[in-house]
């Protein structure tokens, strides 16, 4: 059975002129400068990329809306305080192209069905309510009351609150965050997803396990001055920039840094930082000093090897395992039984590889270990990261200076959303606090993560679904299945800045209601206000937008979670959703009441670089693990799984190009990956294209396998000769999505395993509906 996608060739991108060169060896520099400063001047004029750059992640301006990395302390802070993709990401939310009223006339959803993501994307800003009528085919203008008053009544007349799901993207501000939980629980249901269950998920969970707290362990000095910096599953010149500065200190100070990664990435080879000199006129700075081109669901292999190497080495900490620490003698014992055969196989590395890096770690007094989506989106993602965690521990990597574990979130408040309560699994003490402070009950059934609400949404279990920002259709896996589900509900809400893929895959009915960015001021209530975020580092601060907004309709996250509260709730609980409107301080002193760390919140957000939330194994060496264990960090036995791929397949990841954030595609060009006008290529090694019986330039489909006999298709891309493991293939996402299966997720997370998706490569088919040719 083919599952083909409820859509028509798209023709507004031509990749007939997509050109392959050669790879670049060197991230940033002055072409990552023209590059931006190019785009946001053709978008914003002079003046005004002047005014929002320049306050920029800095103190008393807005934070990025990009990824998490956290920002220097305020005196060390440039006066360009960005990146090449940060710029990007400010000129997309500043720009002055406007999508209004004409637009959606001019355009039936028919029409915009058949447009690419990034044809929606560079329409602009969405400057009022729209409304899609059952059985309309254009978008027509709504007003405010009466957007409110049409999702209260589609609320109201649910069997069951847990017929809705609210789905949160990491964007969402600290404030409208526990606003936007507090409204769904007051409601009646913690169907809670957010972004997070598709990216770090199985990070949080398996750093709860075994330390107590699912964030990393680390502040950005700990970085910068680590002894040795393991980069595993992570590409920081593309999707962290800024974290390649921080790197580029530690190599100054003398660390040793190693990139693990089935692909070489130009910003892990040498860094040009354009906020110095050298980085303009010389050849800037070597970062990796070792490379691991692991194969693609490897790393589990690969930890345990080196977990084997510090055993055989005595390199253990035994004062800090003795008293910080559970498990230990299990662990080594399984330790022991390695097979390095095995390993070497699931690797792809030799055990010379392995122990180079093992030698590292015994030398280094200090380390840090990084990870991001190469790592979480396997089925064995959680048990990986749990070995990350063992090594750390055996060597007492955690809770010392220039140590621990670091976690790279994708999105810049993603971390902040689940600390405010963003969560479908709250932990029993949070909804006490809830209550205790309200006075309601809050219910304590778990509800639905992302795939479960897609399930859900399919099975004709969930008719309401609101998206608070985001872009679900293109970012959630299975991409054919996701669309389907999202046309069966009754309403879709989107909250948005922009136009994307998922405002053309409605509900019976939708909306899309436009929201303030981050570069905009926010006067709702007849007031300044300002917003909080959190970053990867647990470190909270405000921000606050200089630009007019885009619009005089426009209207704030939390104005927009309020007034829904009230067209819905009736004043069923008591909550001040008024005074919070009027006063977003009435948020944060809340937030203070329940939130735990969060005391005198909105007296520290007043802070210059506002305050780090406490951390106790990073602060204390304090552990709140359960279980087995309680209260000491626990060591975790895996198995070692070998994933096998049959003959004549591929295991492909989806990734990013160097042109888009997340699901927002900026343009179509891949500079550091030497791919120009076009994203449908897929990277294979040279010698897998001549195995396979191919030649580099050939024109394929993609065909993942599953076991439930489903045929997921993505046809149309490019093969392109890449270095990486024999049997790796990588190419970009969403246009692969559809290849994940649903059920396809990590152990435990539920995280889909978009990075380890068994492929063929097929000529193409006349019959394949939903791409182009």
């Known amino acids: 059975m083919v599952r083909p996608l409820r859509r028509a060739p798209r023709h507004d991108i031509d990749e007939s002129g997509l050109?392959?060169?050669?790879?670049?060896?060197?991230?940033?520099?002055?072409?990552?400068?023209?590059?931006?400063?190019?785009?946001?001047?053709?978008?914003?004029?002079?003046?005004?990329?002047?005014?929002?750059?320049?306050?920029?992640?800095?103190?008393?301006?807005?934070?990025?809306?990009?990824?998490?990395?956290?920002?220097?302390?305020?005196?060390?802070?440039?006066?360009?305080?960005?990146?090449?993709?940060?710029?990007?990401?400010?000129?997309?939310?500043?720009?002055?192209?406007?999508?209004?009223?004409?637009?959606?006339?001019?355009?039936?959803?028919?029409?915009?069905?058949?447009?690419?993501?990034?044809?929606?994307?560079?329409?602009?800003?969405?400057?009022?309510?729209?409304?899609?009528?059952?059985?309309?085919?254009?978008?027509?203008?709504?007003?405010?009351?009466?957007?409110?008053?049409?999702?209260?009544?589609?609320?109201?007349?649910?069997?069951?609150?847990?017929?809705?799901?609210?789905?949160?993207?990491?964007?969402?501000?600290?404030?409208?965050?526990?606003?936007?939980?507090?409204?769904?629980?007051?409601?009646?249901?913690?169907?809670?997803?957010?972004?997070?269950?598709?990216?770090?998920?199985?990070?949080?969970?398996?750093?709860?396990?075994?330390?107590?707290?699912?964030?990393?362990?680390?502040?950005?000095?700990?970085?910068?001055?680590?002894?040795?910096?393991?980069?595993?599953?992570?590409?920081?010149?593309?999707?962290?920039?800024?974290?390649?500065?921080?790197?580029?200190?530690?190599?100054?100070?003398?660390?040793?840094?190693?990139?693990?990664?089935?692909?070489?990435?130009?910003?892990?080879?040498?860094?040009?930082?354009?906020?110095?000199?050298?980085?303009?006129?010389?050849?800037?700075?070597?970062?990796?000093?070792?490379?691991?081109?692991?194969?693609?669901?490897?790393?589990?292999?690969?930890?345990?090897?080196?977990?084997?190497?510090?055993?055989?080495?005595?390199?253990?900490?035994?004062?800090?395992?003795?008293?910080?620490?559970?498990?230990?003698?299990?662990?080594?014992?399984?330790?022991?039984?390695?097979?390095?055969?095995?390993?070497?196989?699931?690797?792809?590395?030799?055990?010379?590889?392995?122990?180079?890096?093992?030698?590292?770690?015994?030398?280094?007094?200090?380390t840090v270990f990084c990870w991001a989506m190469g790592i979480t989106q396997h089925r064995n993602s959680v048990a990986t990261i749990k070995e990350f965690v063992n090594v750390a521990l055996a060597q007492g990597n955690i809770g010392k200076p220039g140590a621990g574990l670091c976690p790279v979130r994708g999105h810049s408040n993603v971390q902040g959303d689940r600390t405010m309560g963003i969560w479908e699994r709250p932990e029993p003490a949070f909804l006490d606090a809830l209550q205790a402070e309200f006075g309601f009950d809050p219910p304590r059934e778990h509800g639905l993560d992302t795939v479960d609400a897609v399930k859900g949404m399919r099975d004709g279990h969930v008719r309401f679904f609101l998206a608070m920002g985001g872009n679900f259709a293109s970012a959630v896996s299975d991409t054919a299945v996701t669309e389907d589900a999202l046309r069966r509900t009754d309403l879709t809400v989107h909250v948005s800045t922009k136009l994307n893929r998922s405002h053309v895959v409605t509900g019976r009915e939708a909306l899309i209601l436009p929201v303030l960015g981050r570069s905009e001021r926010d006067r709702t209530g007849g007031r300044e206000q300002r917003v909080t975020v959190e970053d990867s580092m647990s470190a909270v601060h405000a921000s606050k937008g200089p630009l007019a907004p885009a619009s005089e309709h426009l209207r704030s996250e939390v104005d927009i979670v309020c007034s829904l509260a009230e067209a819905t709730l009736d004043g069923s609980v008591d909550v001040p959703w008024s005074e919070f409107r009027a006063d977003y301080g009435a948020i944060r002193r809340r937030i203070a009441n329940v939130v735990p760390g969060c005391a005198a919140y909105d007296e520290k957000v007043d802070e210059p670089g506002g305050f780090v939330l406490p951390h106790p194994p990073r602060d204390e060496r304090r552990f709140a693990t359960k279980g087995e264990g309680a209260g000491k960090a626990v060591f975790s036995v895996s198995p070692l799984e070998v994933l096998e791929v049959p003959e004549g397949r591929l295991l492909l990841q989806t990734m990013r190009s160097h042109d888009q954030f997340n699901t927002t595609i900026y343009g179509l060009d891949d500079r550091y990956r030497g791919v120009k006008n076009g994203r449908r290529v897929v990277f294979v090694h040279p010698d897998d294209v001549r195995h396979l019986g191919w030649e580099e330039g050939d024109l394929v489909d993609l065909v993942s396998e599953w076991d439930d006999g489903v045929e997921r298709r993505a046809p149309g891309f490019r093969i392109v000769g890449y270095d990486q493991p024999i049997g790796c293939a990588a190419a970009y996402y969403p246009e692969t999505n559809p290849l994940v299966p649903l059920d396809s997720q990590a152990v435990g997370s539920g995280t889909p395993t978009s990075k380890s998706v068994v492929v063929r490569l097929e000529r193409p088919r006349d019959d394949t509906p939903g791409e182009p040719r």
């Open 19 to 366: 050109v392959v060169g050669r790879e670049s060896h060197a991230a940033a520099g002055p072409t990552a400068v023209a590059v931006a400063m190019k785009r946001a001047i053709e978008q914003m004029g002079a003046t005004r990329t002047a005014r929002t750059l320049l306050r920029l992640n800095q103190v008393g301006g807005f934070d990025c809306q990009g990824c998490a990395w956290p920002d220097p302390d305020p005196s060390h802070r440039h006066t360009a305080e960005f990146c090449e993709n940060g710029a990007k990401a400010v000129t997309e939310e500043a720009t002055r192209r406007r999508v209004d009223r004409r637009f959606f006339a001019e355009h039936p959803l028919a029409e915009l069905e058949d447009k690419s993501d990034y044809w929606l994307g560079q329409q602009g800003r969405i400057v009022e309510p729209m409304v899609k009528r059952a059985g309309a085919t254009h978008y027509e203008p709504i007003t405010w009351d009466d957007a409110f008053a049409l999702m209260g009544g589609h609320l109201q007349g649910l069997a069951s609150p847990d017929e809705a799901v609210f789905y949160t993207s990491g964007k969402t501000s600290n404030e409208a965050a526990f606003a936007y939980q507090l409204f769904a629980r007051a409601y009646g249901t913690n169907n809670l997803p957010d972004c997070s269950n598709m990216c770090h998920e199985s990070t949080s969970l398996a750093l709860a396990e075994t330390i107590g707290i699912g964030k990393g362990s680390v502040s950005l000095h700990d970085v910068e001055t680590a002894e040795l910096v393991v980069v595993a599953g992570q590409n920081p010149g593309t999707n962290h920039p800024r974290m390649l500065s921080a790197l580029e200190k530690a190599k100054k100070n003398g660390a040793r840094i190693v990139s693990v990664n089935p692909l070489r990435e130009a910003g892990m080879v040498r860094f040009k930082n354009p906020q110095r000199p050298d980085g303009w006129i010389a050849n800037g700075t070597e970062l990796a000093d070792l490379h691991l081109p692991v194969r693609l669901n490897g790393d589990l292999a690969l930890w345990q090897g080196l977990a084997a190497y510090l055993l055989a080495h005595d390199a253990i900490d035994h004062d800090f395992v003795r008293q910080h620490t559970h498990g230990f003698d299990a662990w080594a014992e399984h330790i022991a039984g390695l097979d390095w055969a095995e390993v070497e196989r699931a690797s792809g590395l030799s055990r010379a590889q392995v122990e180079e890096l093992g030698a590292m770690l015994v030398e280094s007094r200090a």
